[in-house]
């Protein structure tokens, strides 16, 4: 049921709002980064908020301003909007003291310029998230995409900045993609609102709904589905946080949710299933699990493999997507907090490496789960949830995934999944082996990371494992309602 | 009494306002600013009343002496020039506040009574374009806003600036003689210069070769005042050598001028009847806008020098402009006219930081703008909004005139110029996110270390400007609906509609 509700823009505006007091408060060190800590839980308590009425089945949210029929820039929290925008607001409030940290034991320069286009850039991916209509949607991907080109190159160095090049290059190539997609949509259906069960129903010939869908899909670079992928690597330049929050979960998850609500919302499960375009969305992701696991598999440098990693686990959720069947699609939505609160604390332990010993390779590592025991130990919690084993909550994707494969009688899916996994495990377990196993080199007095970066290391990691035991809350409860609205059946 | 007279007014008192300042010039020089800027801000609440009155009552006639049309002069105020008067003396008026502080580096001393005279000159020019319902009127005072639009971009010290000046009079002139040799044509075939006349007596004679004839003069005299490729030879030296004021006030208001008197010939004096059924122009024109939006946005790339990068930008977004108004169906036109505003907004504070960082560092060349933010925050964040408006990014406003123009394409199935506006999009973002870069990501040369270091912000009188403008980029952009309800009536009305 709709509800009039201003809280899922208000959510919005926090961290916007955040973003303009940091840059007020350029001189006051404490104070800026004060308010990206305040803003963040405020975040977070706001999209908590909405929680137990979108639990209850109902969809808060509003139009802001109509520029045109069917043109309109308004917001809605719906459950699926939800399992994104909780996944992005909660890891903030880690990663705002995991950046603290990290920022300030690297000695970084232009940190206010970093606060700034963080806060904006959390702000865009809550817009992306609570956006009820393709037109809003598309202006905070373009917001999400300009404000997270400063962090990208925030090293300012000639490697960076040609690094910031190409993912500018790439993302907005992408947006105008985008563009298109959202101007055909309208052209056909004169609304470009997010309606369970599609809006094109009816509308334009086969051909140009396939050609539609590609264009969207292309729009959707920010999921890093290959071959336009090589830009998440390239990102991995920027601090170890922005990889964590923005290049492991915003900004990729946006891409993925982004699609998500295209297929389910815009085209349909039957629109879909009748053009087969979750076949050529299958095969796509296919490639890509398999191709950007073994890609991670040749990186020595650890943030690259993370991002390969990265790269691969989005396409199971575009796999989920494209299998069309309740349990893949359950599987999809909640491969998106899940693999979120993974790789934070992938990254977050990688980050905490780099800053306690300035290691970037893994063959460098040796015998560093000795002198950063907890460390590694959450890395090695992350990386077993990524390989899908228990306890820790992946495996609970993979299931659901191979559900909706044998749903689906897609059987080369299912050797997809399986062989994958296998593939997860030889990227992940060598670095497991590196750092605990073998001896280092000479004793360098290497100690843990400061509390501010162990502690959220440590809450992301344990959260992945409370997560394996108790997926209901939330996130499960809300992806049974979404799939719910999405297929028109009651999900047990 | 007065409140009947405002059509005439907004012409009459910017001429008045000319023979004062130079008057009060030769009292004292420092008379002149405030004279010029009082005048121009009592045109633009006049240009507001008019667009109000007309809104609320439709559109005004106005005759000059009381003489009837067609035997006398008519002044027609409808939607569309309503619109366009208040845009180009709201960029007026911004470009004058402007100007006190970033001519007095640019213009010798001895030259500012004049420089303001004619300034006030080139506005009653514009003005007297917008409001006449008379085509020979139209030519007057097309007349006399290019002659001192020549006069003031000389006006600087850049010695380039002369013959840059030089070569816009030769184009203008030139211009000047097809737009008279069409008019003679008209006069000839009609026996009237009233346009709502002409637009009555034209249809029986649209076979005649004479008729066909005064419209092809027509079309490539303003197509040479609007720049429009590949008639485009004079604009980059004349935006860049003026100094920055006059940059900003002829990127901005003749160049829209141009348009205006291209709309009011193509759909008022020849009506859409003409031009789509008869000759079927629009399609032509569709083409060169769009060779023009894509060899512009290329050129500008391949520039070095920041006023030239947005000199040949200027030629890819009258592209846009022309190509609105080419689909000719009422989506893409509502998007052609909006972008008079959106391009008018976003040129005038690209071209006014442009000066502003002359100004500050004396620095012009992409190149020296390393690290300028730092020491121009403001200026920068200006540029960088307007530059997202150019590239159309939302919710700036570029994205809606955008939006619109490619949605009128795919409206009249023209699938191909979707692609063109959406790869120039691309293109734009090309060689404005160069700038970009090299304004918040580089440290500057070593040689230009001590200009960008010891830089600051424009003082208020410049910098007040680029910020309205700025602003006015993201709130036209939220709030496009409030100039739509302008356009879309004069739309319809273009269009044949009542």
């Known amino acids: ?492 | 009494m007065i409140p009947d007279h405002l059509t005439i007014l907004i012409v009459i008192i910017p001429l008045l306002g000319a023979y004062t300042t130079l008057l009060a010039g030769w009292v004292k020089r420092r008379f002149c600013f405030p004279i010029a800027m009082v005048t121009i801000c009592i045109q633009f609440c006049i240009s507001l009343a008019l667009l109000y009155q007309v809104m609320k009552t439709g559109p005004l006639h106005y005759n000059l002496g009381n003489w009837l049309p067609p035997w006398g002069i008519e002044y027609v105020i409808d939607p569309l020039n309503g619109f366009v008067l208040v845009v180009l003396l709201f960029l007026s008026l911004l470009c004058c506040m402007y100007s006190k502080r970033s001519i007095v580096a640019e213009i010798e001393e001895k030259k500012i009574v004049g420089f303001y005279t004619v300034f006030l000159l080139l506005v009653a020019g514009v003005c007297g374009i917008a409001v006449t319902g008379d085509l020979f009127n139209l030519y007057v005072f097309l007349e006399i806003s290019s002659l001192a639009a020549y006069a003031l971009v000389a006006s600087g010290r850049e010695k380039k600036a002369l013959f840059a000046s030089f070569n816009y009079l030769i184009m203008g002139s030139v211009s000047a003689c097809f737009i008279l040799i069409g008019i003679g044509h008209l006069y000839i075939a009609t026996g009237t210069l009233n346009m709502a006349d002409l637009a009555r007596l034209l249809p029986p004679l649209y076979g005649s070769p004479l008729i066909q004839s005064a419209f092809i003069f027509f079309i490539v005299g303003l197509s040479i005042k609007t720049a429009l490729f590949p008639l485009h030879l004079w604009l980059p030296d004349a935006y860049s050598y003026a100094p920055s004021a006059v940059s900003a006030l002829i990127a901005t208001v003749m160049s829209k001028m141009g348009v205006y008197a291209l709309i009011r010939i193509l759909f008022t004096v020849f009506t859409p009847a003409f031009i789509i059924m008869e000759i079927p122009i629009m399609e032509l024109f569709c083409w060169i806008a769009a060779i023009a939006i894509i060899v512009g946005s290329v050129l500008a790339i391949t520039q070095t020098d920041l006023k030239m990068m947005l000199a040949y930008s200027s030629i890819s977004q009258m592209g846009y402009i022309l190509l609105g108004i080419g689909i000719a169906n009422s989506v893409a036109m509502t998007g052609g006219i909006l972008h008079i505003l959106n391009h008018a907004v976003m040129k005038g504070c690209l071209f006014m930081v442009a000066g502003a960082i002359i100004y500050a560092t004396g620095l012009r060349t992409i190149d020296d703008l390393k690290g300028i933010s730092r020491t121009m925050p403001l200026t920068a964040a200006a540029f960088f909004i307007a530059a997202a408006s150019m590239i159309g990014i939302p919710p700036t406003v570029g994205f809606m005139s955008k939006w619109f123009i490619a949605l009128g394409a795919l409206e009249s199935g023209q699938w191909f110029f979707v692609v063109i506006i959406l790869a120039s999009s691309l293109l734009t973002a090309i060689y404005f996110w160069r700038v970009f870069e090299y304004m918040y990501f580089r440290e500057p040369d070593m040689a230009r270390q001590a200009a960008v270091a010891g830089a600051n912000d424009p003082p208020a009188s410049m910098l007040v400007p680029i910020l309205i403008l700025a602003a006015a980029c993201i709130l036209c952009g939220i709030f496009v609906a409030v100039p739509l309800e302008v356009i879309e009536p004069s739309v319809t009305r273009l269009l044949g509609g009542n």
Not at chain 1, 236 to 260: D, N, Q, R, Y
Request: net charge neutral; hydrophobic share 55%; aromatic share 12%.
């Open chain 1, 1 to 492: 049921m709709e509800v009039t509700s201003f809280v899922p823009a208000l959510a919005v505006a926090i961290p916007a709002i955040a973003s303009i007091l940091i840059l007020v408060f350029r001189h006051h060190e404490c104070i800026r980064e004060g308010w990206t800590v305040i803003a963040s839980f405020a975040t977070l308590a706001t999209v908590l908020s909405l929680l137990p009425s979108v639990l209850s089945g109902n969809e808060p949210g509003f139009t802001l301003l109509e520029i045109l029929p069917g043109l309109s820039i308004s917001f809605r929290a719906d459950a699926f909007a939800l399992i994104f925008a909780l996944t992005s607001s909660s890891l903030w409030v880690m990663n705002s003291f995991y950046s603290i940290g990290y920022m300030r034991a690297h000695k970084e320069h232009g940190l206010t310029r970093y606060f700034f286009c963080f806060a904006v850039a959390i702000s865009a991916a809550l817009g992306i998230a609570f956006s009820a209509d393709l037109l809003t949607m598309f202006i905070f991907y373009e917001i999400l995409t300009l404000s997270t080109y400063p962090l990208v190159v925030h090293a300012e160095t000639e490697d960076a900045r040609r690094a910031g090049r190409k993912y500018i290059a790439y993302l907005l190539t992408a947006g105008i993609f985008f563009l298109f997609s959202v101007l055909v949509t309208y052209f056909l259906t004169r609304g470009t609102a997010f309606l369970p069960g599609g809006i094109l129903t009816g509308h334009g010939s086969e051909a140009l709904l396939t050609l539609l869908f590609i264009t969207f899909l292309i729009g959707f670079a920010k999921a890093a589905w290959m071959p336009l992928h090589s830009w998440l690597p390239t990102a991995m330049i920027a601090p170890t946080p922005v990889s964590a929050l923005l290049h492991a979960v915003a900004v990729v998850k946006a891409g993925v949710f982004g699609i998500a609500r295209v297929a389910f919302y815009i085209f349909g499960i039957d629109l879909l299933s009748v053009l087969r375009l979750g076949l050529l969305l299958g095969i796509i992701a296919s490639f890509t699990i398999i191709v950007a696991s073994m890609m991670a598999l040749t990186q020595d440098n650890l943030k690259k493999r993370l991002a390969y990693s990265t790269i691969s686990q989005l396409s199971y959720i575009l796999l989920g997507i494209a299998l069309l069947t309740p349990s893949g699609i359950i599987a999809a939505l909640i491969h998106i907090p899940f693999h979120a609160f993974m790789k934070i604390t992938l990254f977050f332990a990688a980050g905490s490496v780099i800053i306690m010993t300035g290691i970037e390779n893994i063959s460098e590592m040796k015998g560093i789960g000795r002198q950063m025991p907890l460390t590694m130990l959450m890395f090695a919690i992350g990386a077993i949830g990524i390989c899908g084993l228990p306890p820790v909550c992946g495996i609970i994707t993979k299931w659901y995934l191979a559900l909706g494969a044998i749903e689906a009688h897609q059987m080369l899916f299912l050797l997809v999944i399986i062989s994958s996994s296998i593939l997860n495990v030889l990227y992940f377990m060598p670095i497991i082996y590196t750092a605990f196993f073998e001896k280092p080199a000479e004793d360098r007095g290497i100690r843990e990371a400061p509390l501010f970066m162990l502690v959220p290391l440590c809450i992301t990691g344990i959260g992945s494992v409370l997560l394996f035991f108790f997926p209901d809350w939330p996130f499960m409860s809300l992806v049974k309602i979404a799939v719910g609205v999405i297929t028109g059946e009651v999900i047990p």
